[in-house]
């Protein structure tokens, strides 16, 4: 094997591993309290399973610097592309990738865009692309950046976390309702949910309306249903076929019933689905950042896709009425019936809405209460900060768009204040909840406190619950009778009267020792943060500026007398409350930006104030704050690489573990 430069993985004090020439260390029990007492199995990865071209890469590796190199290498890439399939924020995965890299001194870099995907290794001697679509997946985004962070503490092997993630892929670790969820038939249930509810709480329509909209819900879902099952060349129908079946059932209910329909809230409401709204604001963040290339091409990409989905509801109205357009100008009338400031069940409405968002996001059911929580907040801050500034401005005759400025900067920013919150009380809980699965620490039988107890009876408890409702895995339940296990021969071992010196183990319970250790990890915060942003964000926005361009709405007319006659001339002008959609877009998407900016720099700020302040904390406890705070910076921030500028004058660059610049001569010589 080769011999090379150690890369030191010990990010906050952790057990030294070293790559390249020494074998990564197999205890990965040896932070979960368990491993000089447990006899394991060794767990290999079958790497032959691998596409051709990452088997020669690795192959290639494997020569040159040792399997766990290689190997290191394949966990990179897969997690960048199963994080990608999962929509995950890009800022973020780069993060992720760039913690690995640092970690074990990977000489790799990546190039992530809205599609394609390009990874270079061993300094571009290898160069690996790929096409990877993409859909919203929040456990999938969940589960791989816990996979990566149990490799980067140690807590796993690399061959553990290779196998994990086939089994995260396989949906072996998704529970049964959500695996009912995630796909066809069972999605089926929640596109007319989505449709309905959307049409009636964000584009003004009626209950009359919300009936069409869920019929065209599932009429778009069994289309779509249709020509995924045919596969290849057929998806690319999928936007336009979609957007034309809506258009004709939707035109046939305003024909033939009564003309009393709001189409625009039908419309919106079923393609409400397929607008990927969340790109808009994403682009704009990749823009702010830095990542130019991307940020431009996701919103130019996200734009056209909505125009598709537009003219395709617009030809399908065209096929079932004489005059389309008149039409679009008459539907109006019958839009905003229902006025939600006054009706009891706004806010159980929106919930019903968030439910079938979430269902759309394959979010965990078991974790529902998580993502209602930060959209409700977010939800009700927007709304009421816009409600303030609109009847400022109505008092004050103003027209401007500060209410919708404020209110989606304080909306987003309470969003993320709201899920930095949950999610670090959900780890404190869930640390001593796992402390005692894993045998972390001192057992709650052995505390004088009694909150340890408490803690760990109301999650077992909760967990049995919703495993006996089928909306949990049963794997959890499972953990907690391998808990008693642990705990009854740890003892026995530390018993210097009895024989025992090892805890065996099946091999059932090995896979759920490793599933433990891997859930244990902290939670990501953005997949629980954008489902809420997705509520948010302005997907209808641009769908009615293509409707605008699609249908002109009509000159606003107005009679002016001539001064000292009885005359009257007429003048025509825009409505701009109708030609002002792509400046409203702006403003929404950058407000959006920017107030999930503010959110997550507040969150950091204070997380330093409290670190500077708490002088009752260990160092380690506040070394750890300082990680989770690092994390959060790949939210609205590009990552940064000491090799991307490793010439710049004037700055001393500080080159990751293990790794020398080419730019001095100790560097040209190794």
């Known amino acids: 094997m080769a011999s090379t430069s150690p890369a030191d993985a010990d990010k906050a004090g952790e057990a030294k591993r070293r790559i390249a020439g020494v074998s990564i260390s197999t205890e990965s029990l040896h932070r979960a309290g368990l491993g000089s007492v447990m006899s394991r199995s060794e767990r290999r990865f079958d790497a032959n399973k691998l596409p051709a071209d990452m088997l020669r890469v690795y192959g290639a590796l494997e020569e040159k610097y040792g399997e766990e190199y290689a190997l290191l290498f394949v966990f990179t890439m897969r997690t960048a592309i199963e994080m990608h399939r999962a929509w995950h924020m890009t800022l973020l995965t780069s993060k992720i990738l760039q913690r690995i890299k640092d970690t074990y001194g990977l000489r790799m870099t990546w190039n992530l865009g809205?599609?394609?995907?390009?990874?270079?290794?061993?300094?571009?001697?290898?160069?690996?692309?790929?096409?990877?679509?993409?859909?919203?997946?929040?456990?999938?985004?969940?589960?791989?950046?816990?996979?990566?962070?149990?490799?980067?503490?140690?807590?796993?092997?690399?061959?553990?976390?290779?196998?994990?993630?086939?089994?995260?892929?396989?949906?072996?670790?998704?529970?049964?309702?959500?695996?009912?969820?995630?796909?066809?038939?069972?999605?089926?249930?929640?596109?007319?949910?989505?449709?309905?509810?959307?049409?009636?709480?964000?584009?003004?329509?009626?209950?009359?309306?919300?009936?069409?909209?869920?019929?065209?819900?599932?009429?778009?879902?069994?289309?779509?249903?249709?020509?995924?099952?045919?596969?290849?060349?057929?998806?690319?129908?999928?936007?336009?076929?979609?957007?034309?079946?809506?258009?004709?059932?939707?035109?046939?209910?305003?024909?033939?019933?009564g003309e009393s329909s709001c189409l625009s809230s039908i419309f919106l409401g079923t393609l409400y689905w397929y607008f990927y709204g969340t790109a808009f604001v994403l682009g704009l963040l990749e823009i702010i950042a830095g990542e130019l290339e991307t940020g431009v091409t996701r919103f130019m990409a996200v734009s056209i896709k909505t125009f598709v989905l537009c003219l395709g509801a617009s030809v399908g109205l065209?096929?079932?009425?004489?005059?389309?357009?008149?039409?679009?100008?008459?539907?109006?009338?019958?839009?905003?019936?229902?006025?939600?400031g006054a009706q009891w069940w706004r806010i159980p409405l929106y919930l019903a809405c968030s439910v079938f968002a979430l269902a759309q996001y394959r979010f965990p059911v078991v974790s529902y209460w998580r993502g209602l929580t930060v959209q409700l907040v977010a939800y009700e801050v927007q709304y009421q900060v816009f409600e303030f500034f609109k009847r400022r401005s109505s008092s004050e005759a103003l027209e401007d768009n500060i209410d919708t400025m404020a209110s989606n900067i304080l909306g987003a920013a309470a969003a993320v204040v709201t899920a930095c919150l949950l999610s670090r009380l959900i780890d404190v809980i869930q640390q001593k909840y796992y402390a005692q699965l894993l045998q972390r620490g001192k057992h709650r039988d052995d505390s004088a406190s009694r909150v340890d107890d408490v803690l760990y009876a109301i999650v077992a408890a909760e967990t049995k619950f919703s495993a006996?409702?089928?909306?949990?895995?049963?794997?959890?339940?499972?953990?907690?009778?391998?808990?008693?296990?642990?705990?009854?021969?740890?003892?026995?071992?530390?018993?210097?009267?009895?024989?025992?010196?090892?805890?065996?183990?099946?091999?059932?319970?090995?896979?759920?020792?490793?599933?433990?250790?891997?859930?244990?990890?902290?939670?990501?915060?953005?997949?629980?943060?954008?489902?809420?942003?997705?509520?948010?964000?302005?997907?209808?926005?641009?769908?009615?500026?293509?409707?605008?361009?699609?249908?002109?709405?009509?000159?606003?007319?107005?009679?002016?007398?001539?001064?000292?006659?009885?005359?009257?001339?007429?003048?025509?002008?825009?409505?701009?409350?109708?030609?002002d959609v792509f400046s409203n877009l702006m403003v929404i998407s950058c407000s959006l930006a920017l107030g999930l900016i503010v959110g997550f720099a507040f969150v950091q700020l204070?997380?330093?104030?409290?670190?500077?302040?708490?002088?009752?904390?260990?160092?380690?406890?506040?070394?750890?704050?300082?990680?989770?705070?690092?994390?959060?910076?790949?939210?609205?921030?590009?990552?940064?690489?000491?090799?991307?500028d490793p010439e710049t004058d004037g700055d001393e660059v500080e080159y990751p573990p293990g790794e020398k610049g080419f730019n001095d001569e100790e560097g040209v010589e190794n």
């Open 114 to 257: 809205v599609i394609r995907l390009i990874f270079r290794v061993d300094d571009g001697g290898f160069e690996l692309h790929r096409k990877v679509p993409y859909d919203y997946d929040s456990e999938f985004q969940d589960l791989h950046m816990k996979i990566a962070s149990a490799l980067c503490d140690g807590h796993i092997t690399i061959h553990e976390a290779l196998n994990f993630q086939t089994e995260v892929k396989d949906h072996v670790h998704t529970a049964r309702c959500g695996v009912f969820l995630r796909d066809f038939p069972g999605r089926l249930i929640v596109y007319p949910g989505l449709a309905a509810t959307c049409a009636v709480i964000f584009f003004s329509g009626s209950w009359r309306d919300a009936g069409i909209a869920a019929l065209c819900g599932l009429a778009t879902g069994l289309l779509e249903w249709f020509l995924c099952w045919i596969g290849g060349e057929a998806k690319v129908l999928i936007d336009i076929g979609c957007g034309t079946i809506t258009g004709i059932i939707g035109g046939l209910f305003y024909r033939f019933g």
């Open 318 to 340: 065209l096929l079932t009425s004489p005059s389309p357009a008149d039409i679009w100008s008459e539907q109006s009338e019958n839009c905003g019936s229902i006025d939600l």
């Open 468 to 579: 006996k409702l089928n909306l949990g895995r049963k794997a959890e339940v499972e953990k907690i009778e391998l808990e008693k296990k642990l705990r009854r021969e740890t003892a026995e071992i530390r018993d210097p009267g009895n024989p025992r010196t090892k805890i065996e183990l099946s091999k059932k319970e090995e896979d759920l020792l490793i599933d433990t250790i891997i859930t244990a990890e902290s939670i990501n915060v953005w997949a629980m943060l954008m489902p809420a942003v997705y509520q948010l964000v302005p997907g209808s926005m641009i769908a009615k500026l293509w409707f605008n361009s699609i249908f002109p709405p009509p000159l606003i007319t107005k009679d002016i007398p001539i001064e000292g006659t009885n005359f009257t001339y007429h003048t025509y002008e825009l409505d701009s409350n109708q030609d």
């Open 606 to 644: 204070f997380q330093r104030f409290y670190n500077a302040v708490a002088f009752w904390e260990s160092d380690e406890r506040k070394e750890a704050r300082n990680d989770e705070r690092a994390k959060l910076q790949g939210m609205y921030a590009a990552t940064k690489d000491v090799m991307d």
